[in-house]
């Protein structure tokens, strides 16, 4: 608090107007999140929701300080695609050696397979798949020569991914594909992106023949829990027969206790004692915060894609669009590993885009297109 407030006199530019432009839709979500603090019963645990979204606010007031030498390719998701690539040779490297020490499969897979580095695979899973939309991109659109390292570096995310499992990850894959395949129809041919157009190809053949094997074969169902989509609808059905507020929701703090007597009363007694949510981000939030709460939700997602959806930023549109995949099976903004990767893309992507609101390369981009 004390930071906020000596903001505007701390005499490096801070800009109350640039924080309002920047973050309107993340202030309105604060405001229903603390809104839901006051008719909820659980007090300490409606402060601890607050407390992991207030990441949202953290970045937002770092992007109200003008920085014009900031550039995201270089200074952002370069090195973040070279995190995301260490942090995958480190997983497959710790699999390599448990199975040689345990002769267990189970350890190249899921929970598992990410244990070493101490993330959730779900969204250790979107990271990487950012990082292939990022590279894609850059390959298909800069006009410097790709460096060779570039497609081995896609098929070792691609194994990666196939790895981490999950269908949810596919689907958001899948639509990342069908751009850059369209991409290729519709635009001109160079010898990359012939190159460009094969690996995309291969990719969408091997994600549906993952998924199939997946669905044939039993070993692979059963591996980290894939075969979860009866709990999650049993989770979804419960959270909104047990909101007996719609408009306003059970309070910020009270989901938990709410949802847990919901279940224990519907024989659900281990989902209870998991003390699980709605594994849905647009379920839970009406289900805390009401119609109000879907309402941010729907702002914070919605607003960067309409506006770059205005002047065609494509790589903006691929990278928050999954989010509102994953928003459909898990509360993205429930865990620090959603909620500042949400918050850091969504800041870099809107600054980037009231700084230069119609830059010469989207244009560009999209007349190749």
């Known amino acids: 608090i004390a930071l ?49 979204s207030i990441s949202l606010l953290g970045l937002l007031f770092v992007f109200s ?8 390719t270089r200074d952002v998701f370069l090195p973040f695609a070279g995190g995301v690539v260490l942090a995958s040779m480190i997983c497959l490297s710790n699999a390599v050696y448990s199975f040689v020490v345990k002769n267990d499969i189970l350890v190249f897979f899921f929970d598992q ?27 298909h ?3 410097i020569r790709p460096s060779r390292f570039a497609f081995p570096v896609f098929v070792f ?6 790895l981490l499992g999950g269908q949810t990850i596919f689907i958001s894959l899948l639509l990342i594909i069908a751009f850059f395949l369209l991409s290729f129809l519709l635009g001109e041919r160079s010898t990359r992106d012939i190159w460009l157009f ?44 047990a909101n007996v507020h719609w408009f306003v929701g059970v309070g910020t703090g009270d989901y938990n206790q709410v949802l847990g007597s919901f279940l224990r009363s519907h024989g659900f007694e281990e989902y209870a004692s998991r003390s699980l949510n709605a594994h849905n981000q647009f379920i839970q939030i009406l289900f805390s915060n009401g119609i109000l709460g879907l309402l941010g939700v729907a702002r914070l997602l919605g607003r960067p894609l309409v506006l770059f959806m205005r002047v ?14 994953y928003g459909v099976t898990e509360v993205f903004l429930g865990r620090y590993q959603g909620v500042v990767f949400f918050a850091l893309l969504h800041q870099l992507f809107l600054n980037e885009y009231f700084r230069n609101k119609m830059l010469p390369i989207w244009r560009e981009n999209s007349a190749k297109i």
């Open 4 to 52: 906020v407030l000596l903001m505007p006199f701390s005499g490096f530019g801070f800009s109350l107007k640039a924080t309002l432009r920047n973050g309107w839709d993340i202030l309105f979500f604060m405001a229903v999140l603390a809104g839901g603090l006051t008719y909820s019963s659980d007090f300490a645990l409606g402060l601890r929701q607050i407390e992991t």
């Open 65 to 72: 300080f003008p920085n014009s030498k900031l550039e995201i």
């Open 113 to 139: 397979f990410t244990e070493i580095i101490d993330s959730h695979p779900t969204y250790f899973s979107y990271y990487v798949i950012f990082t292939i939309t990022f590279l894609l991109f850059r390959v």
């Open 141 to 143: 659109f800069e006009p």
């Open 157 to 162: 995310l691609f194994f990666i991914l196939v």
């Open 198 to 241: 094969g690996f995309s190809f291969t990719m969408l053949i091997a994600l549906f023949a993952v998924v199939g094997l997946m669905q044939t074969r039993p070993e692979f169902i059963t591996i980290g829990d894939r075969n979860d989509y009866w709990e999650r609808f049993q989770l979804w059905t419960a959270a909104l027969e």
């Open 312 to 325: 065609r930023y494509e790589l903006g549109i691929l990278a928050i669009f999954p989010f509102l995949v």
